[in-house]
């Protein structure tokens, strides 16, 4: 009785206590993690070349 009673609580929740986002919400947050992704990704890019040309010009010189 106690998990009927847990599902019939869940779903009422989802349907009536809940506030969804709309679609422009849904997009605009969709593009904030586009953009924030990318950002972060070029920086990681930019610091691994970055170590990469700094670990090649040490092994050319002390090797």
Do not use: C
Not at 13 to 42: D, G, Y
């Amino acid at each position: 009785m106690k998990l009927i009673n847990y599902f019939k609580e869940s779903y009422s929740e989802l349907v009536h206590k809940t506030s969804w986002p709309t679609r422009q919400e849904l997009t605009n947050s969709a593009v904030v993690v586009l953009v924030a992704s990318l950002l972060i990704a070029l920086v990681v890019w930019a610091m691994d070349s970055g170590f990469e040309s700094i670990m090649t010009f040490i092994y050319n010189k002390v090797l």
